[in-house]
């Protein structure tokens, strides 16, 4: 499939979300972790509108014919639908924001949580073998490295599979907001932390927040793992980092 083809059946399922007036908005894609769309991550989308972006929560399931559950019986468990094939839902975003008045599409902020930020990480690491990686035909590596103006990487996951620690990123990536949490029983931290000194040693920009009593998912009320613990302080922060990053990078 190219990338305006899975980009219309991708935007079909994602929500919009947008500042008052015409546009066109710089625009901050949001892609949510293993589990799939999550109430929580809308309020980032919040926070992008009144930074004065647009905000896409990209649905990476339904598209694909995958339900919830099928997502915590197989995504969260690495059987399906690895970072790089759903990286795809990246370049075909970029493809579809060029048909959108509202949006201008030469500034996207990317923010990825867990399986989401993986995402993100390989849709660079993968570099010019992305129409391979991705199964997308079209996809085009020069499109996000001159388009994407900062990433937001919160909780990522990079261990097995990921290919950032051991590719990096190439030249011409953008600059990386990133937030770890110290007891995180999903993705941990070490391996998060080895694909940032990756980027750092290459020469990226990359911010790094350190919350050292957080688990993963520390920031969805609702996350589905009994380990999670809610932080709505935390949660706080967070929204105010992206928005700080987002600022950054009007």
Aim: proline letters at 5%.
């Amino acid at each position: 499939m190219d990338s305006a083809a899975w980009g219309e059946k991708v935007a079909k399922h994602s929500r919009v979300f947008k500042p008052a007036g015409p546009g066109p908005f710089p625009v901050a894609l949001i892609l949510h972790g293993c589990g799939g769309k999550t109430p929580f991550l809308e309020e980032y989308a919040r926070v992008a509108v009144q930074s004065g972006w647009a905000a896409v929560v990209v649905d990476s399931l339904k598209p694909r014919g995958m339900s919830t559950l099928d997502a915590k019986l197989f995504v969260c468990t690495g059987v399906a639908l690895h970072g790089l094939k759903r990286a795809a839902d990246i370049f075909a975003m970029l493809t579809w924001l060029e048909t959108q008045a509202w949006a201008d599409a030469s500034r996207v902020f990317l923010a990825g949580w867990s399986h989401g930020g993986w995402t993100i990480m390989d849709s660079y690491a993968v570099g010019r073998s992305a129409a391979r990686g991705t199964t997308l035909v079209d996809a085009d590596p020069a499109k996000l490295r001159a388009r994407v103006k900062g990433t937001l990487l919160v909780y990522p996951y990079a261990g097995y599979g990921s290919l950032t620690a051991s590719r990096g990123w190439g030249e011409g990536a953008p600059p990386v907001w990133s937030v770890l949490a110290g007891k995180d029983q999903v993705v941990g931290w070490k391996a998060p932390a080895k694909a940032l000194d990756r980027l750092i040693a290459d020469g990226l920009s990359v911010d790094r927040v350190f919350h050292a009593d957080a688990t993963h998912a520390f920031d969805d009320n609702r996350a589905n793992d009994p380990r999670a613990r809610y932080r709505p302080d935390l949660f706080q922060a967070v929204q105010g980092y992206f928005a700080g990053a987002l600022n950054r990078c009007l």
